[in-house]
């Protein structure tokens, strides 16, 4: 059974001006897949940013000093990335390492 796990690895935010310092401009995300079969590990990863744009007013606004990560692959899942769509594309990547349907190499090369 795969696992994914979800991180963000880095936020960028505001300085300046003083009224948005700590806002939230751009995190970087990661999901990492894992399966194991016959003692085998296999592994997938995606990478990706998320920008937004901060409203210190707005209800529901989370300071930066109080953000959570699970708080900020919430927006991430919010604003356009697809969950589903990422793990489905890991997952294809892992079965296409289990059971490959291409092979390269040449066969003058032979060990």
Not at 18 to 29: D, F, P, R, S
Not at 43 to 61: E, I, K, L, R, V
Not at 72 to 80: K, M, R, T
């Amino acid at each position: 059974m795969t696992t994914f796990n979800w991180t963000i690895s880095t936020l960028e935010y505001d300085v300046q001006p003083a009224a948005m310092e700590g806002c939230v401009v751009t995190a970087h995300w990661r999901c990492s897949a894992t399966d194991t079969v016959a003692e085998v590990a296999y592994n997938a990863s995606s990478y990706g940013t998320c920008g937004f744009s901060s409203d210190p007013s707005a209800p529901g606004y989370i300071a930066y000093a109080d953000l959570t990560e699970a708080d900020v692959l919430s927006w991430c899942w919010e604003d356009g990335i697809d969950k589903d769509a990422t793990e489905a594309s890991l997952q294809a990547n892992i079965d296409l390492q289990i059971s490959p349907v291409t092979a390269s190499g040449t066969p003058w090369a032979t060990a």
